[in-house]
């Protein structure tokens, strides 16, 4: 079966680069599954997990602040971050949680909500894609 | 001339400050070395990321925004970066000194520009001058990651997506070589010459939503980028102008203890000989 190169980088460098079958993840218009031979492409995408499927492996990858580009034989992910389970500090996703969440529920005027609301995404999402890992 | 106890002192003392600052060159070495790699670690984003804003730029002609297009200015934004510590040679105080004519030239009020500084010495400079500093921030590690600097970058961005500013020049010392920095100037927002910059793209892209909407999301990205790149480029920079600078004081204290340690033979040597013209003088008077 044909495959695409996936490449994931960040501004702290690479993450990762492998030959996959199937991308998909999640745009801000709705869910985007890509396969070899996809017309040149680019799409923002949602604070979420990127999944990678090679011959009987899978990847999940943890992107925030990324966008997507698609070329016939080759997807680059650009993210301001982009971890990788194995790579996820996970007591910090909890602490950050829990931070985001008292800050949501106090309910004071003087916080940045919407800060506050892309933290605990960010946090919920590393979680997730650490968790599903086992 | 001075007496052999104080020459002697101060050969010690400059001994001990040269093993400082031998140490330092070293620790700079090695500084220089990883936020090399650091700066070429971001190379492959930046250059990912300037191909696709280029060629959404250039491909559609009906895509704008607001940070593409120039405005009347009102208010100009600075953005200065330098070191949390001295000890640097003429690292913070050559770019501090462009900033401060650029500003002194081109506005009258503190009205007309505000500053954004990242690292202590700048802030310092500024607010003992009664400068406007919006935002500062310190204490970045020597080798940073982006998450380090996201929120000030991206809260820079957002002044001038408030209107709050209407142009953003960023001033950094690049790296060129190890024993060269050059001060740069460079405007950042608005991006009005993309087109200029980067290779254009082969591929003309489907986008997905829309163009507008992917430049809504974009361009800060891209801006931002573009001062963590200046932030690394200026890492390298500062390691290597400390460690020169303290190449140069570790040559000096060389040359200092060479001198001292002249005027300490030739003091002990006439020391000796007037002992023994003493003695000599001495044994004459006896006989």
């Given at each position: 079966m044909s495959t695409l190169t996936v490449s994931v980088v960040t501004p702290d460098g690479p993450v990762l680069e492998d030959a996959f079958e199937m991308v998909s993840c999640k745009a801000e218009s709705g869910e985007l599954g890509i396969l070899p031979g996809h017309i040149p492409m680019?799409?923002?995408?949602?604070?979420?997990?990127?999944?990678?499927?090679?011959?009987?492996?899978?990847?999940?990858?943890?992107?925030?602040?990324?966008?997507?580009?698609?070329?016939?034989?080759?997807?680059?992910?650009?993210?301001?971050?982009?971890?990788?389970?194995?790579d996820i500090d996970i007591d910090r996703a909890r602490m950050a949680k829990e931070r985001a969440e008292r800050r949501l529920q106090d309910k004071q005027a003087d916080i940045d909500f919407q800060r506050a609301e892309m933290a605990l995404k960010r946090a919920l999402n590393r979680l997730n894609v650490y968790e599903n890992n086992f | 001339m001075a007496s052999l106890r104080d020459i002697k002192g101060r050969i010690t003392s400059t001994k001990k400050t040269k093993q400082?600052?031998?140490?330092?060159?070293?620790?700079?070495?090695?500084?220089?070395?990883?936020a090399e790699q650091n700066a070429k670690k971001f190379v492959p984003y930046s250059e990912k990321i300037q191909e696709v804003v280029a060629s959404i730029a250039q491909g559609g002609g009906d895509a704008s925004h607001?940070?593409?297009?120039?405005?009347?200015?009102?208010?100009?934004?600075?953005?200065v970066i330098t070191s949390d510590r001295g000890l640097a040679g003429a690292f913070n105080s050559s770019v501090l000194r462009k900033v401060y004519q650029q500003i002194r030239s081109n506005h009258t009020s503190a009205e007309e520009y505000t500053l954004i500084t990242i690292g202590r010495i700048g802030r310092d400079f500024?607010?003992?001058?009664?400068?406007?500093?919006?935002?500062?921030?310190?204490?970045?590690?020597?080798?940073?990651?982006?998450?380090?600097?996201?929120?000030?970058?991206?809260?820079?961005?957002?002044?001038?997506?408030?209107?709050?500013?209407?142009?953003?020049?960023?001033?950094?010392?690049?790296?060129?070589?190890?024993?060269?920095?050059?001060?740069?100037?460079?405007?950042?927002?608005?991006?009005?010459?993309?087109?200029?910059?980067?290779?254009?793209?082969?591929?003309?892209?489907?986008?997905?939503?829309?163009?507008?909407?992917?430049?809504?999301?974009?361009?800060?990205?891209?801006?931002?980028?573009?001062?963590?790149?200046?932030?690394?480029?200026?890492?390298?920079?500062?390691?290597?102008?400390?460690?020169?600078?303290?190449?140069?004081?570790?040559?000096?204290?060389?040359?200092?203890?060479?001198?001292?340690?002249?005027?300490?033979?030739?003091?002990?040597?006439?020391?000796?000989?007037?002992?023994?013209?003493?003695?000599?003088?001495?044994?004459?008077?006896?006989?």
């Open positions: 680019v799409a923002p995408l949602t604070i979420s997990a990127v999944r990678l499927k090679g011959e009987g492996r899978s990847d999940r990858i943890a992107v925030s602040g990324g966008f997507l580009e698609v070329r016939p034989d080759k997807v680059t992910i650009l993210a301001q971050s982009a971890e990788k389970p194995a | 400082i600052t031998k140490a330092m060159q070293m620790v700079s070495a090695s500084k220089l070395n990883r607001p940070m593409l297009e120039a405005r009347d200015v009102k208010k100009t934004g600075y953005l500024f607010r003992k001058r009664n400068m406007p500093v919006d935002m500062d921030i310190t204490g970045i590690s020597d080798q940073p990651d982006f998450s380090d600097i996201k929120d000030i970058a991206s809260d820079t961005v957002q002044l001038y997506t408030d209107e709050r500013i209407d142009q953003l020049y960023i001033y950094y010392n690049h790296y060129v070589s190890a024993i060269t920095q050059e001060v740069t100037e460079k405007k950042i927002l608005p991006l009005t010459d993309l087109n200029k910059e980067g290779k254009a793209s082969q591929s003309s892209y489907e986008y997905e939503p829309n163009q507008e909407e992917i430049l809504e999301v974009l361009l800060p990205q891209y801006a931002e980028s573009l001062i963590y790149g200046a932030l690394l480029d200026s890492k390298a920079s500062e390691h290597a102008a400390r460690m020169t600078a303290m190449k140069s004081a570790t040559d000096n204290a060389d040359d200092l203890i060479g001198d001292l340690t002249l005027s300490y033979n030739r003091a002990r040597q006439a020391a000796i000989t007037q002992e023994i013209t003493e003695i000599v003088g001495g044994a004459a008077a006896l006989e």
